[in-house]
Nanobody
């Protein structure tokens, strides 16, 4: 069993930055994929960025060049550095982990981009 705890969401003005963190805990050796999804009101949950333990990363086209995902494999922690935020980035951001052929989700953290 894997527990994911997110932190770092909040309110930010357009053009600003935020950094999200997600720590995994439980009886785990090494998580394969960790990343972030988001869900805006009235929309489906979508991939934001994901990284594998081998260092491969994938980004949504809408965040390329603005968001950066990074991992600390030793601590089973994943970060999402978000810059040049736009109102369209407003959503609940969910941490995701794939471990032992199962998917795990965090409780979500709200990111609101507004002036």
């Amino acid at each position: 069993q894997v527990q994911l705890v997110e932190s770092g969401g909040g309110l930010v003005q357009p053009g600003g930055s935020l950094r999200l963190s997600c720590a995994a805990s439980g009886s785990i050796f090494r998580i394969n994929a960790m990343g972030w999804f988001r869900q805006a009101p009235g929309k489906q949950r979508e991939l934001v960025a994901i990284g594998t333990s081998g260092g491969r990363t994938t980004y949504a086209d809408s965040v390329k060049g603005r968001f950066t995902i990074s991992r600390d494999n030793a601590k089973n922690t994943v970060f999402l550095q978000m810059t040049t935020l736009k109102s369209d980035d407003t959503a609940v951001y969910y941490c995701y982990a794939s471990y032992d052929a199962r998917d795990y989700w965090g409780q979500g953290t709200q990111v609101t981009v507004s002036s």
